[in-house]
């Protein structure tokens, strides 16, 4: 085995048991799981009645304390930045630069990130990232960690994906309600053919 192999090996098998060491320390399993991600889907159902497009976000402290919600809001704000993950990021505020806080929360969204807030994954120190619903027109986290670029951020952020078929068909209904209303073609995913589960 050439030496590259065995440093991605290294490293696969060093993130596998950081990943083990954060879900024990911080207490974290897939029931919580759940329950976060539901909390999520209560502001992806507000941002739908509001008209906005339905993805909603928990942000989660380490000791499990919901510090921060967050929903769509870019067709109520008309800003086309007003998304879950940024707000409930922004509703954390400077709690994320603390140090009980940094590098150690949890974000819950019922949608992959987009590129915008993988990004703001990465500014903000966000430990973990669980989405109820994969992307494959705009998500952008499992593909940035997939590549070389911000290696050393992206490896930071712990991911789980679609854990749960029903909520990944629950935020792709409310998605399909949404583009249907718009006369937009749905494109966001398929979770019938979807193999991406956990």
């Known amino acids: 085995m050439n030496g590259r192999k065995q440093a991605n090996i290294r490293r696969i098998v060093t993130q596998s048991y950081i990943s083990v060491q954060l879900m024990k320390e911080v207490g974290l399993n897939m029931q919580s799981d759940r329950y976060y991600?539901?909390?999520?889907?209560?502001?992806?159902?507000?941002?739908?009645c509001e008209g906005s497009i339905p993805i909603g976000a928990v942000l989660v402290a380490p000791n499990g304390d919901v510090i921060s919600r967050g929903r769509n809001q870019v067709f109520t704000a008309w800003d086309p930045t007003c998304h879950a993950?940024?707000?409930?990021?922004?509703?954390?505020?400077?709690?994320l630069f603390q140090p009980e806080y940094k590098n150690k929360c949890t974000l819950y969204s019922t949608v992959e990130p987009c590129p915008m807030c993988t990004g703001a994954l990465i500014l903000a120190d966000i430990n973990r990232a669980v989405w109820a619903l994969s992307d494959n027109y705009l998500g952008a986290l499992r593909i940035a960690k997939e590549?070389?670029?911000?290696?050393?951020?992206?490896?930071?952020?712990?991911i789980t994906v679609q854990p749960y078929v029903d909520l990944a068909e629950k935020s792709e209904s409310l998605h399909k309600e949404f583009d249907t209303k718009r006369g937009v073609t749905y494109a966001v995913s398929n979770v019938s053919i979807d193999k991406s589960f956990n």
């Open 37 to 48: 991600l539901e909390l999520a889907f209560e502001e992806a159902e507000k941002a739908s």
């Open 85 to 95: 993950e940024i707000d409930a990021i922004r509703g954390a505020g400077k709690l």
């Open 147 to 158: 590549g070389n670029h911000f290696r050393h951020k992206y490896d930071k952020i712990n």
